[in-house]
């Protein structure tokens, strides 16, 4: 569980700030920048993030924060200024001074969540790419090395003109390599699949990119799509979205040399994860084991995602409704050992999805 220190002389505010983020997260309630900087320097566990109250009397927040900025294990604590100013100069002191975000009061139980779950899910992801940059520092050659930031830059790349052309994109990409994360953690640990800890950050980091096909499609094609309103030849016409996106890996990946685990795991994905386990899917009709097992999770976490996102009839489905179309397909869309693995932790899925 991640650990906010809340910071502030009010102790409404505190309370406040206390109840709404306890369910999620350890909160430790400070109320004054003196005690604050004695916890800090005492802390066996430091917190995660520190909600920082500027107007407090002795020591303020920003001289708070100037000295957090002279201690080496303090310096990299992310911190959110909490401040009823409101002007500028206050603002801008905050930013110049190493503050990650400024929220005014007074201010929402809801806004105080969504701003702390943000600035959490940065830290989640900065930390997860620090761990495969260590992993990669201690395990492969500088050769490796240089195709992994490759790797990095086609991802972000990728999901960045996804998010350009049509924002759902962009979103549903992201999304996509956290359900990813949590449905290939769960098929470790269950050991039947032969897919090591690094297979599955590979894996779920080339998730991403399933969808680069569609960057060739007619936004008019991928608009009817979604509302349900498109002809045969547009219906059609979006489905060459993974031979187009598997064909374009093909030919980054003979750039490359030597064997690319990601380049290979993205084409997979590309090109099969419309496949379904009775054959029927496209564009090769696979069947079965046949669809590679990277492509399989996907089209789960996939289905799961469009069926929370896309409206159909008016309205998107809630996260129980979604689950109960998984079980229907069960059998005929998709494996069904990979379907009960899903929903064996459906409920860290519905905790992604928010």
Same mark, same amino acid.
């Given at each position: ?24 997260? &350890? ?26 109250? +500027?107007? *407090? ?22 911190? +959110? ?9 206050? &603002? ?7 503050? +990650?975000?400024? /929220? ?14 943000? !600035?959490?899910?940065?830290? $989640? ?5 620090? %761990? ?18 490759? !790797?990095? $830059?086609? +991802?972000? *790349? ?49 998730? !991403? ?53 990601? *380049?290979?795991?993205?084409?997979? *994905? ?16 696979? &069947?079965?084991? %046949? ?7 996907? $089209? ?19 996260? !129980?409704?979604?689950?109960?179309? /998984? ?28």
């Amino acid at each position: 569980m991640y650990r906010v220190m809340i910071v502030d002389d009010n102790m409404a505010n505190l309370i406040m700030a206390r109840k709404t983020l306890e369910d999620e997260y &350890e909160v430790i309630p400070v109320s004054s920048g003196i005690s604050a900087l004695e916890c800090l320097n005492d802390m066996p566990e430091l917190p995660d993030l520190v909600l920082l109250d +500027v107007d *407090m009397p002795n020591v303020n927040g920003f001289q708070v924060i100037s000295e957090m900025k002279n201690i080496p294990k303090l310096i990299n604590i992310p911190i +959110v200024f909490l401040t009823a100013q409101d002007d500028d100069t206050t &603002e801008l002191e905050s930013y110049n001074l190493g503050a +990650v975000d400024y /929220i005014k009061k007074p201010y929402t139980a809801n806004l105080l969540k969504k701003r702390v779950d943000i !600035q959490i899910q940065l830290l $989640s992801q900065q930390r997860k790419l620090a %761990d495969m940059n260590r992993s990669l520092n201690n395990l492969v050659q500088d050769k490796n090395k240089k195709n992994l930031e490759l !790797q990095y $830059s086609i +991802v972000a *790349m990728f999901v960045d003109l996804l998010t350009k052309r049509y924002g759902f994109g962009g979103d549903h990409a992201r999304r996509i390599e956290k359900y990813m994360d949590v449905l290939i953690s769960a098929l470790i640990r269950n050991g039947k699949h032969n897919l090591t800890a690094d297979d599955g950050i590979t894996i779920c980091f080339a998730a !991403q990119v399933h969808d680069i096909g569609k960057l060739c499609i007619a936004d008019q094609y991928l608009n009817n799509v979604r509302m349900g309103k498109e002809s045969e030849f547009e219906r059609e016409a979006v489905k060459t979205h993974t031979t187009l996106g598997a064909d374009t890996l093909s030919k980054v990946t003979q750039l490359s040399a030597g064997e690319n685990n990601f *380049m290979n795991y993205a084409h997979n *994905m590309c090109r099969s994860h419309h496949e379904r386990w009775d054959g029927k899917g496209y564009p090769d009709r696979l &069947e079965g084991k %046949d669809i590679p097992i990277e492509a399989r999770v996907l $089209s789960i976490v996939d289905t799961y995602d469009n069926l929370r996102n896309i409206a159909v009839g008016g309205k998107t489905l809630s996260h !129980q409704e979604a689950i109960m179309k /998984i079980k229907f397909m069960k059998f005929t869309c998709f494996d069904p050992e990979l379907v009960d693995i899903f929903l064996s932790v459906e409920n860290e899925i519905k905790n992604v999805a928010g």
